[in-house]
Nanobody
Framework: QVQLVESGGGLVQAGGSLRLSCAAS????????MGWFRQSPGKEREFVAA????????PYADSVKGRFTISRDNAKNTVYLQMNSLKPEDTAVYYC?????????????????WGQGTQVTVSS
């Protein structure tokens, strides 16, 4: 069992930055792949970024590449998503998820555990 708690969402103007955090508990964090996904009203959940167990692989969605950075701190059992140059189209509920395989896959069905989500709103 893995418990995930996201934080750091909020309201920001276009061009601004936010850093999301996801604290994990219940299983050895360093063995987990971690991912960030998002969902906005009327749209399907979409992949944002992922990181494998070692931090050596970090795939990104094309829409966020160059603006978002995923990282992890295994000592704090936490994964982060630094979001810069935010755009109104980044507005969504952001979810972190845990991949038991350690890979950090780009598809949602590869993840066994999900957080409750944190709202990010970018105003124009």
């Amino acid at each position: 069992q893995v418990q995930l708690v996201e934080s750091g969402g909020g309201l920001v103007q276009a061009g601004g930055s936010l850093r999301l955090s996801c604290a994990a508990s219940g299983r050895t964090f360093r063995s987990l792949g971690m991912g960030w996904f998002r969902q906005s009203p009327g749209k399907e959940r979409e992949f944002v970024a992922a990181i494998n167990w070692s931090g050596g692989s970090t795939p990104y969605a094309d829409s966020v590449k160059g603006r978002f950075t995923i990282s992890r701190d295994n000592a704090k059992n936490t994964v982060y998503l630094q979001m810069n140059s935010l755009k109104p189209e980044d507005t969504a509920v952001y979810y972190c998820a845990a991949d038991l395989s350690g890979v950090g896959r780009t598809i949602g069905r590869g993840y066994a555990y999900w957080g409750q989500g944190t709202q990010v709103t970018v105003s124009s």
